[in-house]
């Protein structure tokens, strides 16, 4: 089945302790990118992956790290979690180009006390 | 700059037509979709609509782009209980455009009435 996954699904932390989600998908996709969610707000973009090795900024990456050593894996990086930082996650994928049909995993719901 | 708008909710009774109004303000827009949200899920693609287009329709969706006034819609025909979910509008650019990113409205949460 193609999807997109994420892991964990939910996470309670404390401020500044290290912690990463990761995110998989199965299609063989360029393109992958991570979104907070928050409410009145919509989904904003953290950073975004065009191929291997290829990342870059969205519109809101302060206090994100990503990494891409493989196609499949895009894993987000909080160095040091703050409270602003409490949402709900959603990584996504899609073929570059066209008019390619975005995927998104079923999100993380991250809390930073 | 970029910039997706839509109105935060939206209450019909069951049998009624919705309609969910965005506008945008990016003219080079490619593609413009319409995601569903149902409680404590991802989104779902419902459709989308090409640039050059004025109007898409699939099944109960019918899809309006007023390219002029950069103002999108969807409409659900003899919308049901099930349809109750945040609705998103979104817009993606070109590839030149931070690889075509899309640029998501604030999300209309539909409530269907029995």
């Known amino acids: 089945e193609a999807q997109v996954t994420q892991n964990p699904r939910y996470l309670i932390t404390v401020t500044g302790k290290k912690l990463t989600v990761t995110c998989s998908q199965n299609m063989n996709h360029e393109y992958m990118s991570w979104y907070r969610q928050d409410p009145g707000l919509g989904l904003r973009q953290i950073y975004y992956s065009m191929n291997v090795e290829v990342t870059d900024k969205g519109d809101v990456p302060e206090g994100y790290k990503v990494s891409r050593k493989e196609k499949r894996n895009f894993p987000l990086i909080l160095e040091s979690p703050s409270p602003n930082q409490t949402s709900l996650y959603f990584c996504a994928s899609r073929e570059r180009g066209g008019r390619h049909e975005q995927f998104f995993g079923p999100g993380t719901r991250l809390t930073v006390l | 700059g970029e910039d997706v708008e839509q109105s935060l909710f939206l209450s019909v009774r069951e049998g009624d037509s919705s309609v969910i109004n965005c506008t945008y303000t990016?003219?080079?827009?490619?593609?413009l979709y319409w995601y569903k949200q149902e409680p404590g899920a991802g989104l779902q693609l419902l459709t989308y609509i090409f640039s050059n287009m004025d109007m898409k329709q699939d099944q109960r969706l019918t899809v309006l782009l007023n390219k002029k006034d950069k103002h999108l819609s969807l409409r659900i025909a003899d919308t049901q209980t099930g349809d109750s979910a945040i609705y998103f509008c979104a817009e993606r650019g070109g590839e030149r455009n931070q690889g075509g990113k899309l640029i998501f409205g604030q999300g209309t949460e539909l409530s269907v009435k029995p």
């Open positions: 990016d003219s080079s827009s490619t593609y």
